[in-house]
């Protein structure tokens, strides 16, 4: 089998070792150079630095190879007496002028690079991006989405507790998504010191600077996931608050501006919405019904011994928080189980569902809970 | 000591506190430079002007955006995100703000435009960015700003983003009433 | 010699005094001078431990040394240090040396004032050093102290760091103003501008450059004072101030700030290329107007390290041609370099060797420098380590090894004994390679998009971050070594003839080694 692998033919070992060596190529060359990036202009940019590099080379190959040889060939012994020039004014000229010529030569291809970039037109989109200590803000100002992206690595990966992921520091809890060969603007500012929004693959750089917008626009064609970084000192967490964008299709980036959308429409009823006493009665009865009764009962007696009371508990009538505790984390064990699935509008009108009845809003406190105090529940408390 | 010696000494003595001051200079002078060249995006206020009225005008669009510095608690948004105009002629928009504590508060808007050489172009009749904003609890208002796009708006630019960021500046303004007050004693 | 003779019957001529008044008093250029290198290179130790932190917490991905907050004030003294306590004060304690002696003048015009621009130093860099047990920790905006991180958000040590470079800044404008009175009047008869030796000429250059600017940074400084002290708004947004204007005025100061660390340099290695190719310097007068033009070019290309903070085309443009433009006359000097070794006599002692590396790396740094200049392409390049590994190349390799080379060259005149050259040469070669592992493998770190001023990086950076630490201890511990070898020299060693060098040419040669305590009290005949 071997022997027949081996001599198969010459080409499948050269794959197979293509196959080996390749990501070693590959990922050597992603490490070594600038990334060619997946636009035009990073397309340029990258041309541009691969023809500065070359022509830096050349110049220093001509000029050390030079001084090298007059190391190996002019040495005390080799050369007892030295030359006893030191001017030659056709020379010095010539290597005025044509380092000026060269320079022309690079500065003319970069200008034109520079205009195409500096080229202002509105986008189809415009995101406005807020640098903050330490973390990056999103607002799609056509859209009014808005939403917050922080780093999402571990802390025990920092600290070297645990193994560390593909994309250490590279990875966050929501990216930025913008739809494919569509012109999306960022208008870039801060809100305290200055931070810098890097994409290498966009050739983007922009400083964020509080008090002022700068632009920067991209077109990508190549639907991916794009990842960046924060490059002006911003404070101790500088080095915390990457940048991922999604590029999708148009439909997925539909979809997606639906859905946040909606979670924007459902969040800011939730929190603005006058709810009546009425209106959080009658839902909450339903869902006690479903999911309470088995145990609590219709008398909201519960079964003496096994289930307690709500009639008359101390929690349900006079401590609204621990009752929203209570129903959102369980009870540890006791038959109580956390009940954070429903959502925010279930959970108010079943906690005021059984504040209020059996007499506990006469005998208790009275309190009603709404939507709102469910969503201050869930925010992150600091 | 020489007397040459003695020349070359007071001449670069004195160059030293005028770098001193040149450094100072380059504030205003930084100003200047900006207004004239538009750079950084910065807006001065302008007198009204019939020169700058035209009919031959083509339309852009303006856009609003609002960021709030910090901590700044209060609500702040253009009342419209986006506004039709026409160069050479005078337009107003508003912006709607409101003190969502429970205390006074002065607030100092500050405006940035993108593109910057849009900036020079851009003219400035009235601005509540002028002036310093002091609300009481729970007050709102509307903000007006007044003006107009010159015509010599290079053609390219078809879309012009005004940003406002708000800055709390209560205790900032208290600290200068007290140094000024230290310095009155 | 006369100073011998003059000691026994003139008071004001006598040899050093005894102890530590020696040092404190002395108003002798060769004491200061001493002073000034001691100084530095203490400095130098400090500010490279702080480096050894940062390479050792950049040694591995993750957290393991120190915390993002130490690791910022790492960073920012360790800039701080290296510049103005490093690389500046080395430089002026060698003009203190060899500006006298060179142009034939019995000491520097401004004894005393030349005393009390050393002995303020060590109290400005105790403020900063102290500032670290501070609460709040030392200064942690970078060494660049950009507003509002700087203002606004900064420890409250900032009011001592500010009152530390203002120090820094008198100490340094004193010694310029000294520099430039002495070169200005004192030469001896026959020691024309166009004959003064490079080394006089680029710290003349250097002395007006800092004249200019330091007194720019005492401003932005002080503006900064009053932002947070007194109310202002230079640069709070808030106010009406404006936080790019910062910059502006940083880099006008800041950008010429590099050059006053790269002139003396050149002067240095001119002299010593000569010396060692035993042929006359190529294109003296070119060298002088390259240094010049570069020196005036220095105060219009600024705005190049600010491409990315919105400034529009137009700006943008013209600061890259501008700075395009300096490697045009920088470009004259490495091949007048090259011109001069080419079919000389050459030999490859200690200071030869560290000249030769500091015209190949400082090539380097310059043409990574040209590279940045572009700006579509120093958008990709901005504050990445490609910009760490450019100025480092400029700056270690660059003014570091050409003050190495000074010491090693004018040593044994200072102290009449030739340092140890097999020693020095191991030296050199520890130094040559620890400085390119360190930071060679940094150009590709920042190609392939690592931020600098970062604590902690993505995995993908993880090989060349650990050579490049490898190559820092390298480097950093070899100095230790430099450090044995000045000593030992001190100590003792071979007698060095008056000559010194064979092909040494100039003023400060035709003295006794070691150079009396006070020479050229009656100027020397120079045609």
């Known amino acids: ?382 | ?185 | 010699m006369s100073a011998v003779i003059e000691n026994h019957h003139d008071d004001h001529h006598h040899g050093p005094a005894k102890g530590i008044t020696r040092w404190l008093y002395t108003t002798n250029h060769k004491d200061i001078g001493t002073l000034y290198l001691w100084f530095s290179f203490a400095m130098f130790l400090i500010g490279g431990a702080m480096a050894m932190v940062i390479r050792a917490e950049l040694f591995q991905p993750g957290m393991q040394i120190v915390e993002p907050e130490f690791y910022n004030q790492m960073i920012t003294l360790h800039g701080l240090i290296m510049i103005f306590g490093g690389v500046m004060p080395a430089f002026v304690g060698l003009a203190n040396w060899l500006v006298p002696m060179m142009i034939g003048a019995p000491d520097m015009a401004l004894p005393r004032m030349n005393n009390l621009s050393f002995w303020i130093l060590p109290f400005a860099f105790f403020i900063l050093l102290s500032s670290l047990f501070m609460e709040g920790g030392a200064p942690n905006f970078g060494w660049t102290f950009y507003a509002p991180l700087s203002t606004t958000y900064a420890p409250p040590s900032v009011t001592f760091f500010i009152f530390s470079v203002h120090i820094m800044g008198a100490s340094s404008i004193m010694g310029s103003i000294n520099v430039v009175v002495t070169i200005m009047n004192m030469r001896a008869p026959g020691v024309d501008l166009m004959k003064m030796p490079l080394f006089v000429w680029s710290w003349l250059i250097t002395a007006y450059l800092l004249i200019a600017v330091m007194p720019v940074l005492a401003g932005a400084v002080t503006m900064m004072l009053m932002d947070i002290h007194f109310g202002t708004s230079f640069f709070n947004a808030a106010g009406g101030g404006d936080p790019v204007l910062f910059q502006h005025i940083f880099w006008f100061f800041g950008h010429p700030e590099v050059y006053i660390m790269i002139l003396p340099a050149f002067g240095i290695v001119s002299h010593i290329i000569e010396t060692f190719s035993r042929k006359q310097l190529f294109g003296y007068s070119s060298m002088v107007w390259a240094m010049l033009s570069i020196a005036i070019l220095s105060f219009v290309v600024w705005a190049h390290h600010m491409f990315t903070v919105g400034l529009p085309l137009a700006a943008e443009i013209f600061f890259m041609w501008a700075t395009m433009l300096i490697a045009v006359p920088t470009g004259v000097k490495v091949f007048n370099w090259v011109a001069t070794m080419f079919r000389g006599s050459l030999t490859f002692e200690t200071p030869m060797l560290f000249a030769i590396s500091f015209v190949v790396l400082f090539t380097i740094g310059g043409l990574s420098g040209l590279m940045l200049a572009i700006v579509p392409a120093d958008f990709q390049y901005h504050d990445t380590y490609f910009v760490v590994a450019h100025f480092h190349y400029v700056l270690v390799p660059g003014a570091i090894f050409s003050i190495m080379a000074a010491v090693y060259y004018w040593i044994p005149k200072w102290c009449g004994n030739m340092y140890d050259e097999r020693l020095g040469k191991l030296h050199f070669w520890l130094s040559f390679i620890g400085v390119n592992v360190t930071f060679f493998p940094q150009h590709f770190i920042g190609l392939a998009g690592m931020p600098r001023r970062y604590p902690d990086y993505s995995l993908i950076f993880a090989d060349w971050n650990m050579v490049s630490s490898v190559g820092a201890f390298l480097f950093g511990f070899s100095q230790l070594l430099f450090l044995f070898i000045v000593i030992k020299t001190v100590m003792g060693g071979k007698k060095a003839t008056d000559q010194v060098w064979e092909g040494a040419k100039g003023l400060e040669w035709t003295v006794a080694s070691p150079a009396p305590y006070h020479t050229f009290s009656t100027p020397p005949k120079v045609d």
């Open chain 2, 1 to 185: 000591m020489k007397k040459d010696a003695k020349k070359t000494l007071i001449k670069l003595v004195v160059a030293v506190p005028l770098m001193f001051a040149f450094g100072f200079a380059l504030v205003p002078l930084y100003d200047v430079f900006c207004e004239v060249t538009g750079i950084n995006g910065k807006v001065f206020q302008s007198e009204y002007s019939e020169d700058l009225i035209t009919d031959d005008g083509r339309t852009i669009a303006i856009q609003f955006i609002s960021t709030n510095n910090e901590n700044m608690p209060w609500t702040f948004k253009p009342s419209e995100q986006v506004m039709k105009i026409e160069t050479g002629k005078y337009h107003g928009a508003t912006f709607y703000v409101k003190n969502t504590t429970n205390r006074k508060m002065t607030a100092q808007a500050v405006p940035s435009v993108a593109p910057s050489n849009a900036a020079a172009h851009l003219k400035k009749l009235e601005c509540f960015c002028f002036e310093q904003q002091e609300l009481m609890p729970g007050e709102e208002a509307l903000l007006p700003v007044k003006l107009l796009v010159s015509n010599e708006l290079p053609s390219n630019i078809k879309n012009i983003i005004l940003s406002y960021t708000i800055f709390d500046i209560t205790d900032y303004n208290d600290e200068v009433l007290a140094h000024h007050q230290m310095a009155a004693e």
């Open chain 1, 1 to 382: 089998m071997i022997y027949k692998f081996f001599n198969l033919s010459k080409k499948n070992i050269s794959i197979f070792l293509f196959f080996i060596a390749s990501p070693l190529i590959k990922a050597d060359w992603f490490a070594l150079n600038m990334t060619r990036g997946s636009t035009d202009i990073s397309n340029e940019v990258f041309e541009l630095h691969m023809l500065i590099f070359w022509i830096c080379v050349v110049i220093g190959v001509l000029v050390f190879g030079v001084m090298f040889y007059s190391m190996w060939a002019h040495t005390k012994k080799k050369n007892p007496v030295p030359a006893k020039f030191h001017e030659n004014h056709k020379l010095e000229i010539a290597w005025t002028i044509i380092p000026f010529l060269i320079l022309i030569a690079m500065a003319v291809p970069a200008s034109k690079t520079l205009v195409k970039i500096y080229d202002d037109e509105a986008g189809d989109i415009n995101i406005q991006v807020t640098g903050y200590q330490w973390k990056w803000q999103y607002n799609y100002l056509e859209d009014d989405v808005s939403f917050f992206s922080n780093l999402s690595t571990d802390l025990d990966e920092i600290y070297n507790l645990v193994p560390k992921g593909e994309n250490y520091l590279q990875e966050v809890d929501e990216m930025v998504v913008i739809p494919a060969g569509k012109k999306v603007r960022f208008l870039i500012t801060a809100n305290d010191v200055i931070h810098s929004w890097w994409l290498p693959a966009f050739a983007i750089k922009q400083d964020a600077i509080p008090g002022f917008v700068n632009t920067a626009w991209t077109i990508v064609d190549k639907p991916g996931i794009y990842r960046g970084k924060c490059t002006e000192l911003c404070g101790k967490n500088h080095g915390f608050m990457p940048i991922v964008v999604k590029v999708v299709e148009q439909s997925e980036y539909d979809d997606w501006v639906y859905g946040k959308k909606q979670e924007s429409i459902k969040l800011a009823e939730l929190t603005t919405k006058e709810w009546t006493t009425g209106e959080l009665m009658e839902r909450g009865e339903g869902i006690y019904q479903v999911n309470c009764v088995a145990c609590h009962q219709t008398s909201g007696e519960g079964i003496t011994g096994i289930f307690p009371a709500l009639a008359g508990s101390d929690v349900v009538m006079n401590n609204k928080d621990r009752n929203i505790e209570i129903l959102m984390e369980g009870v540890q064990g006791a038959a109580m189980n956390s009940f954070s699935y429903l959502s925010e509008v279930e959970l108010a009108a079943v906690i005021t569902y059984t504040r209020q009845s059996w007499g506990n809003a006469e005998k208790g406190d009275g309190e009603i809970v709404i939507p709102k105090d469910i969503v201050d529940y869930k925010e992150p408390k600091i």
